[in-house]
């Protein structure tokens, strides 16, 4: 059974914070990792794809993949309240399949 | 706006009815996904079609069928609906080989 898994939270980060955000996966064979942001009641939202080992930047946020721990994070500076929202890690699932696997989120809350 | 879109955002009815949500996207994409999030809100994928082509069928009751007209259409038939098919479905696209996946806005089914 291939597996996302992330600490389902709660993370509490005060405003201005590093919030730090992980998730492990299980198949060796996947290439392609995700990170999507859902605010309560919306849907998910594309933040961040990474595809390589090591760190990938856009603005406040930052993917890290360590494809030899099958470990990928995603760091958000100067953390707001507004990024406060539940953060899902997904997986490609390899074999030419379009699959994603999703991890069950963490819930982030940034306090003012 | 190019996004994409599902039809209704809300369904309520009674347990045994039979029900449609439709979903439609303008991103020209040829792979379109059908997603369950249940109460607990883990995102699991249920079908995926690419270019009218099905190429994702998870385990699910066979009271679920998909159809998809065209590349920018995929709907999901419902039949006999049970209590625990209420949750939210998501409708997603993307461009094959991509892996990155654009979610629709939700619909909410409550089976009472």
């Known amino acids: 059974q291939k597996e996302v898994e992330q600490n389902s939270g709660p993370l509490s980060v005060p405003e201005g914070a590093i919030a730090s955000l992980n998730c492990t996966y299980s198949d060796r064979g996947s290439q392609s990792f995700f990170w999507y942001r859902q605010y309560s009641g919306k849907s998910p939202e594309l933040i961040m794809s990474?595809?390589?080992?090591g760190d990938k930047e856009d603005g406040r946020f930052t993917a890290q993949l360590n494809k030899a721990s099958q470990y990928v994070s995603l760091l958000i500076r100067d953390s707001q309240p507004s990024d406060s929202a539940t953060y899902l890690c997904a997986v490609n699932s390899p074999g030419g399949s379009e699959k994603l696997v999703f991890g069950k989120g963490t819930k982030l809350t940034v306090n003012p | 706006d190019t996004a994409v879109s599902q039809t209704p955002k809300y369904l309520v009815t009674q347990m045994g009815n039979d029900k449609s949500i439709k979903c439609e996207q303008n991103l020209g994409h040829d792979t379109m996904y059908w997603y369950k999030q249940d109460s607990k809100k883990f995102l699991k994928i249920m079908f995926s079609?690419?270019?009218?082509?099905?190429?994702i069928n998870e385990t699910v009751p066979n009271r679920f069928s998909p159809k998809s007209p065209d590349k920018a259409h995929l709907n999901l038939h419902i039949n006999s609906l049970e209590l625990g098919d209420s949750a939210v479905y998501f409708c997603?696209?993307?461009?094959?080989?991509?892996?990155?996946?654009?979610f629709g806005p939700g619909t909410r089914l409550t089976v009472t």
């Open positions: 997603a696209s993307s461009q094959h080989g991509s892996h990155e996946q654009y």
């Open positions: 079609y690419n270019n009218k082509e099905l190429i």
């Open positions: 990474i595809y390589s080992n």
